[in-house]
């Protein structure tokens, strides 16, 4: 998939996004559901970049042709210090980039440090790849990437 135009005006699902986010205070562009991110990245009005470990990405799956920049790695998840140069290298600073995470936590964190560096269209994938953890301390139950069925692979 190529980079979607630096140039464009931001599709209207991300506009509302951002106008929420500016009434509301976050320190990032907006947030988007899971089937907004999904429609935005298959038409490729947005790169989805997931921010999960490696480790996380191959035992509990991914989003085909998205892009890895890991937020924290290993399972220590120590924080990875090169996040926002590695996040520029693949994605540049202008261009509409959708973040994902386990549970929406740490992307809308990377989120924050990526517009903190610059960054101007960086929006978080909200209840992330696998959704919070239910009642019974299970995922994936009330929401997330993998709840709404959206399109997802494993190694």
């Known amino acids: 998939m190529s980079a979607p135009s630096e140039t464009s005006a931001l599709p209207q699902a991300l506009e509302a996004a951002r106008a929420v986010a500016l009434a509301t205070g976050l320190p990032y562009a907006g947030g988007v559901t899971p089937p907004l991110a999904w429609q935005l990245f298959s038409q490729e009005q947005a790169l989805l970049v997931d921010v999960r470990s490696g480790e996380e990405r191959k035992f509990v799956g991914h989003v085909p042709g998205s892009l890895h920049v890991p937020w924290a790695t290993g399972t220590a998840l120590t924080r990875n210090p090169r996040f926002v140069r590695e996040l520029e290298a693949k994605t540049g600073k202008d261009t509409p980039v959708l973040l994902l995470c386990r549970s929406g936590k740490r992307s809308a964190l990377a989120a924050e440090a990526a517009t903190k560096a610059g960054f101007t269209q960086v929006f978080n994938v909200l209840e992330g790849f696998e ?22 692979i494993q190694d």
Do not use: K, S, V
């Not at 301390?137 to 959206?150: A, I």
């Open 131 to 152: 959704g919070e953890i239910d009642a019974h301390n299970h995922r994936g139950t009330e929401d997330g990437w993998r709840f709404h069925q959206l399109p997802w």
